[in-house]
């Protein structure tokens, strides 16, 4: 391959892997507002996250042609081929995490005005905490192309898994406690969830940026501490499940 097109495919790389960091970097601060939305009760900034989801949707959308187009035109193997695919699927990832956000940021919106005790909303900011660090640091891993990195938030997913279990039984507390509850308990359940969903989608980038880097793959399976979905409590007129 002369040198001129060597240079040009490198260049072209790197615009992909910028715009995948770029792509991480808004998806990071939706999910920060989302969060923030929820603990503040920023009906206003909710709906700013709701607005810019489609900013992320975008973004996937021009890093998934643009893959497209080099890989038809360099016909890329081996490590150029696993940065390119890899870029697909981490925006992938990264729009489900937007969207994760935005149904966040929805729930804030519908729960405006609703009895509304701040402690309640303790247990959601802890974990949110936990995954947005999880998603920072295997968005450096990403742009490190550190594998190590990518292993040791792989590896850290079921303590998120953990956090949400204990978060999902003490919000039925809340519900068991005090009936004005069970409305909001049922919303914070709702973020909760797409929350611990986030981490996983962070493990999922994990996984491709260790199979980028490595070519190697990771165990098919990683220890789940999510027990929620198997527990169902019944309310008068209602029935709450993880």
């Not at 925006?91 to 919106?109: P, T």
């Not at 920072?136 to 040791?152: I, P, T």
């Not at 303590?159 to 204990?166: C, H, L, N, Q, R």
Request: proline share 3%; glycine share 6%; charged share 30%.
């Amino acid at each position: 391959m002369p040198d001129h097109t060597v240079t040009s495919f490198d260049v072209e790389l790197k615009e992909l892997g910028r715009k995948v960091v770029e792509m991480g970097g808004q998806a990071e601060r939706l999910v920060a507002d989302a969060m923030t939305s929820l603990i503040r009760r920023d009906t206003a900034l909710a709906q700013k996250v709701i607005l810019l989801d489609e900013g992320v949707d975008q973004m996937q959308r021009e890093i998934e042609e643009k893959a497209v187009l080099v890989i038809a035109k360099r016909q890329p193997v081996a490590g150029d081929l696993r940065e390119i695919v890899a870029a697909i699927r981490i925006a992938n990832d990264l729009e489900r995490i937007g969207d994760l956000a935005k149904n966040v940021g929805k729930r804030v919106i519908t729960i405006e005005g609703e009895y509304h005790p701040q402690k309640l909303v303790r247990g959601v900011e802890h974990i949110s905490d936990l995954v947005l660090e999880q998603l920072k640091e295997v968005l450096d891993a990403y742009a490190g192309r550190n594998d190590a990195k990518a292993v040791d938030v792989w590896n850290r997913d079921s303590g998120i898994d953990t956090m949400y279990t204990s978060l999902f039984r003490e919000l039925l507390t809340y519900m068991m406690e005090d009936p004005r509850n069970i409305s909001v308990c049922t919303h914070l359940l709702f973020c909760a969830k797409n929350i611990e969903r986030i981490g996983d989608h962070a493990t999922n980038i994990a996984e491709i940026v260790y199979y980028m880097v490595t070519g190697k793959v990771l165990p098919d399976t990683r220890p789940k501490a999510d027990i929620s979905s198997e527990t169902t409590v019944a309310f008068p007129g209602r029935t709450v499940q993880g």
